[in-house]
């Protein structure tokens, strides 16, 4: 994968100091075109960004996005998770299903990357357990993901736009941005990110990724869930939705007709760490 990567930026970090970019900063430098007048289109790395190309599907900067008349829209994007709906066996297909479609590794011990992954009830939402509640609720294994956050602190706090939040809330990440400071996961409350310390490319089953068509990662990156914004592009719900059973729910949130709008109108909801003021955009009906 091609992208700014820790070198490249400490390269165009001296670059900067060097030259006297005109008042511009390494941060400056790191735009489309930027790089290329600071280095006479030597690397040009950006142009190859195209809408034929967009290198990671989904992600293109915002006012470069390719127009697509199947494209599934909305004014904000939200989930809701049918509690009572989920077996064990729902639970493995949903994770195995972003795992296989975003070509997750799976490397062993503490440095898996999870984009979607199984939870007790006190880890996910530590503010409401207490000791008399209800078993039913109290037991259940809880999937848990990146929550797209209308205020989002790891948006806040990257600083190179490698994270950034669509006009559709969806929170985004940019590979070629990123330089792996991991701010982000540092001021995500939730976990939902994580960082490349090996070559993910090494855990793939057999050594090949199980789905060619999406971009695979390098090491010194962070990710994510992205809410699938590769297969909205193409008119087609995210994978985990799909392969539910019913159990989860996909929707705009701005829509009171929509399938997650009319779940929350009849049935309680919880979000995780509510008291945080990030306001989570996935919920959980229980
Ligand atoms: S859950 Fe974490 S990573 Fe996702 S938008 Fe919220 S703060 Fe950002
Ligand atoms: S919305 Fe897409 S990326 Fe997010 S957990 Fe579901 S399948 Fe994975």
């Not at 697509?68 to 639970?91: S, V, Y």
């Not at 982000?184 to 057999?206: H, L, Q, T």
């Not at 995210?238 to 997650?260: I, N, Q, R």
Request: charged share 20%; glycine share 8%.
């Amino acid at each position: 994968m091609m992208g700014v990567n820790r070198r490249d930026f400490l390269r165009i970090a001296g670059l900067t100091a060097a030259i006297g970019m005109g008042g511009k900063t390494a941060f400056d430098l790191l735009w489309p075109g930027q790089l290329d007048a600071a280095e006479g289109g030597v690397e040009g790395w950006w142009k190859s960004k195209t809408p034929e190309n967009p290198l990671f599907p989904g992600d293109m900067a915002p006012g470069n996005e390719v127009p697509n008349p199947a494209e599934l829209t909305a004014k904000r994007w939200g989930m809701a998770l049918d509690m009572r709906k989920f077996t064990a066996a729902t639970r493995a297909a949903v994770v195995k299903a972003c795992n296989q479609v975003h070509n997750v590794p799976a490397i062993p011990g503490n440095q898996n990357i999870k984009w979607i992954w199984e939870t007790s009830f006190e880890h996910a939402f530590p503010d409401l357990a207490q000791e008399y509640m209800d078993n039913e609720v109290h037991d259940l294994p809880f999937l848990v993901l990146c929550n797209h956050c209308d205020n989002p602190p790891c948006v806040r706090v990257c600083p190179t736009k490698a994270t950034f939040r669509r006009a559709d809330g969806i929170v985004m990440m940019d590979m070629h941005r990123c330089i792996g400071c991991r701010f982000c996961m540092a001021a995500c409350p939730f976990g939902s990110r994580s960082f490349n310390f090996a070559d993910p490319r090494k855990f793939f089953p057999d050594g090949k990724e199980p789905n060619p068509t999406y971009p695979t990662r390098t090491k010194g990156v962070v990710e994510k869930c992205t809410f699938c914004t590769e297969r909205l592009a193409k008119g087609e719900l995210p994978a985990c939705v799909e392969v539910s059973g019913g159990a989860m729910l996909f929707g705009d949130m701005a829509d009171s007709g929509s399938p997650v709008r009319q779940a929350l109108r009849t049935r309680y909801a919880i979000r995780r760490k509510n008291e945080l003021g990030t306001a989570p955009q996935v919920y959980y009906l229980i």
